[in-house]
């Protein structure tokens, strides 16, 4: 059946220091890694990325955590996605806790390019996995949100939704996704970013949801706390 959507348009783009915090252990493949990347570089497109609007940062993390990039260091599309596409997966375990206290005092820091709190940009991590963290993330997370960074969790395939719960801000099902598989991450860019954290909100009313709907040409099954719902543009 034939769904309007909101046009882009109606919704107004606000800047944010934004980090992206991807899984790159063992259990995630060298070509599901490569999806991640496709995925990371579609939500930069979807992005005014510039000093004085949208600041990318992205972490790397398995057992260990890399700092791929922080938020000083590109303000183009261009080079940020070329350093994307280097990126390289890390090894074995799954340090999410770790990953975000990285960012906390690592990342979201002026030193790193994260602006003044006189600012009030929003300070925004999304993070994507694929696994059970293997360390504590409950009170790291919540150490974060306190601090004021908002928390997007995306888990993939064996991720343990309580996890995605316990780490992602509230209200829950706009903060938490899962996609069954690598596959299909990438078109999670059209739910996270034109009618969700990049704009102000803006709503579908007659569809009671506020984020966009991609057309795929299968369907795309999606998680939001455990409740499957399925968009099927044939």
């Known amino acids: 059946r034939n769904i309007v959507?909101?046009?882009y348009t109606a919704c107004k783009n606000r800047p944010l220091d934004l980090v992206f915090i991807i899984d790159s252990s063992r259990s995630v493949r060298p070509e599901e890694f490569e999806k991640v990347k496709i995925f990371l570089s579609k939500m930069i497109d979807t992005l005014d990325v510039g000093e004085r609007t949208t600041r990318v940062a992205v972490m790397n993390y398995a057992s260990t955590v890399k700092v791929e990039f922080p938020l000083r260091t590109y303000f183009d599309k261009a080079?940020?996605?070329e350093a994307v596409s280097h990126i390289g997966p890390l090894s074995t375990g799954t340090m999410t806790g770790l990953a975000i206290q990285t960012a906390m005092d690592e990342v979201f820091t002026e030193e790193m390019g994260t602006r003044p709190a006189t600012f009030n940009i929003p300070k925004v991590v999304i993070v994507v996995t694929d696994g059970r963290p293997q360390d504590q993330v409950q009170d790291v997370a919540?150490?974060?949100?306190?601090?004021?960074?908002e928390i997007y969790a995306?888990?993939?395939d064996r991720a343990d939704m309580q996890?995605?719960?316990?780490?992602a801000s509230e209200p829950l099902?706009?903060?938490v996704f899962y996609?069954?598989?690598y596959g299909v991450i990438e078109k999670l860019t059209c739910n996270l970013a034109p009618f969700g954290f990049l704009f102000q909100k803006c709503y579908v009313s007659h569809l009671n949801i506020s984020f966009a709907i991609c057309w795929a040409n299968k369907p795309t099954l999606l998680f939001s706390l455990g409740q499957a719902t399925t968009f099927n543009f044939a």
């Open 142 to 149: 919540a150490s974060a949100r306190t601090a004021g960074i």
């Open 154 to 156: 995306v888990g993939v």
């Open 5 to 7: 959507l909101l046009g």
């Open 163 to 167: 996890s995605l719960r316990i780490m």
């Open 79 to 81: 080079s940020m996605k």
């Open 173 to 175: 099902d706009e903060h």
């Open 179 to 181: 996609v069954e598989t």
